[in-house]
């Protein structure tokens, strides 16, 4: 039983490794840990460095929910998908939400994000990479992705969600009282069962970046399967290019395989 297991388990891996997830403009499963889940942003007009943007998802999650920034500021979670604009910013939306001076240092401040050429790309990357290691020092880590456990940093108060804006998000937010693990069967048998934790992704998305789509509310009920959900489907949407990657499989197949 337990050769069947790691033969299983080495075959999911090597799926995951040969399927490639389209997700132009982002740094996914290859990313280094300090790039990951990393995006870089630039005018759909432009063909070299000029007005990129780095977008750093590590130091945006240590301080906000990825609810607030996916619903309530509708950044959408596929890249180059939001249609931002300066105008867009200057006027207090997406990115100029929170970098008012207040909130977040200004968008006045161009050159914290914004390269102008190649090398100040380069310079800003340098800066991002060194300032990411530092942060990852502080937190408890994990095998794959950025190498952070997120989870487990939430849990033990290393970080603090933030989810709500004054003016921007509801002011009566939905209490949510479905807290409990939801067990899910694996297609392979012989793999351990997933134990999909209701609580944690709560604290992290609510309900709406999940229900009705892409996942329909009773459970058990959504068809999908690995091939899927590494190609960015379903679970695939976050996990391998944000949240931890697949590669971690015992944190989703977790309970104990009958012998």
Same mark, same amino acid.
């Given at each position: 039983?337990?050769?069947?297991?790691?033969?299983?388990?080495?075959?999911?891996?090597?799926?995951?490794?040969?399927?490639?997830?389209? %997700? =132009? @403009?982002?740094?996914?499963?290859?990313? #280094?840990?300090?790039?990951?889940?990393?995006?870089? $942003?630039?005018? !759909?007009?432009?063909?070299?460095?000029?007005?990129?943007?780095?977008?750093?998802?590590?130091?945006?999650?240590?301080?906000?929910?990825?609810?607030?920034?996916?619903?309530?500021?509708?950044?959408?979670?596929?890249?180059?998908?939001?249609?931002?604009?300066?105008?867009?910013?200057?006027?207090?939306?997406?990115?100029?939400?929170?970098?008012?001076?207040?909130?977040?240092?200004?968008?006045?401040?161009?050159?914290?994000?914004?390269?102008?050429?190649?090398?100040? %790309? =380069? @310079?800003?990357?340098?800066?991002?990479? #060194?300032?990411?290691?530092?942060?990852?020092?502080? $937190?408890?880590? !994990?095998?794959?992705?950025?190498?952070?456990?997120?989870?487990?940093?939430?849990?033990?108060?290393?970080?603090?969600?933030?989810?709500?804006?004054?003016?921007?998000?509801?002011?009566?937010?939905?209490?949510?009282?479905?807290?409990?693990?939801?067990?899910?069967?694996?297609?392979?048998?012989?793999?351990?069962?997933?134990?999909?934790?209701?609580?944690?992704?709560?604290?992290?998305?609510?309900?709406?970046?999940?229900?009705?789509?892409?996942?329909?509310?009773?459970?058990?009920?959504?068809?999908?399967?690995?091939?899927?959900?590494?190609?960015?489907?379903?679970?695939?949407?976050?996990?391998?290019?944000?949240?931890?990657?697949?590669?971690?499989?015992?944190?989703?197949?977790?309970?104990?395989?009958?012998?």
């Amino acid at each position: 039983m337990k050769i069947r297991f790691l033969f299983l388990l080495a075959t999911l891996l090597l799926t995951s490794f040969f399927v490639t997830v389209s %997700l =132009q @403009e982002s740094f996914a499963q290859s990313a #280094k840990s300090y790039q990951y889940g990393n995006i870089i $942003m630039r005018d !759909s007009a432009s063909v070299d460095s000029g007005g990129t943007v780095v977008f750093r998802h590590w130091s945006h999650r240590s301080k906000y929910s990825c609810r607030l920034c996916h619903v309530d500021l509708e950044f959408s979670q596929i890249a180059g998908d939001s249609g931002i604009t300066e105008d867009d910013n200057q006027s207090g939306r997406f990115c100029g939400t929170c970098h008012n001076g207040k909130e977040a240092f200004t968008i006045k401040l161009c050159a914290k994000c914004h390269a102008q050429d190649e090398k100040q %790309l =380069q @310079e800003i990357l340098k800066a991002d990479k #060194k300032a990411f290691f530092a942060f990852q020092k502080t $937190m408890p880590r !994990s095998s794959y992705g950025n190498k952070i456990d997120w989870m487990k940093a939430e849990q033990d108060g290393l970080i603090q969600l933030k989810d709500k804006l004054p003016g921007i998000s509801p002011v009566q937010m939905n209490f949510v009282t479905n807290q409990r693990n939801e067990p899910l069967e694996p297609q392979l048998s012989g793999l351990p069962g997933i134990i999909f934790s209701h609580q944690k992704h709560v604290a992290w998305n609510g309900c709406g970046m999940c229900h009705p789509e892409p996942f329909k509310l009773v459970n058990g009920t959504t068809e999908m399967n690995m091939q899927e959900i590494i190609a960015g489907q379903y679970c695939g949407r976050c996990h391998g290019t944000v949240a931890f990657q697949i590669n971690d499989c015992a944190l989703c197949h977790s309970k104990p395989v009958s012998l």
